[in-house]
């Protein structure tokens, strides 16, 4: 028996918040994976993958931010199917023994299947600090 629930998955709430588990150095172009998820609401976040995929087309708003260590750098771009849309980058190596960091927010018009993610975006190692590195997305509309 198929029953209809009246939903429309195109109007399903999706939102997701995560954050690194712990403090990593990632390779050169390696995509970076948030795997303390906090809230996924339509489970279109990959807790394994690091990428987060459209349900829908719609609005998206995503949120990224970065701390480095004394000493340390990081570069980190948010690309949509592959291309950058969006970077931060800190540049901790001037000595003074303080943690440096960065956040933006971009908001996007995609497609349904779009596959939004965070990588490396230097030619030098990025280097991120556990819980306070984070990637969130909702969709807006």
Known sequence: MVVDSGCDSDNLPTAFH????????????AIFVYDRVVTN??????QQTGKFTTPATGLYLFAWSALSDP???SDVALFVN???????????TGGG???I????TVILTLKKG???HLADSSN???YLRGEYSTFSGVRLG
């Open 18 to 29: 995560a954050e690194m588990s712990s403090t990593k150095i990632h390779p050169k172009d």
């Open 41 to 46: 609401e339509g489970s279109a976040y990959n």
């Open 114 to 116: 779009d596959i939004v």
């Open 101 to 104: 960091t960065a956040s933006s």
């Open 82 to 92: 592959g291309k950058r849309t969006g970077r931060i980058a800190q540049n901790n």
């Open 71 to 73: 000493g340390k750098t």
């Open 97 to 99: 023994g303080k943690y």
């Open 124 to 126: 030098t190692p990025a």
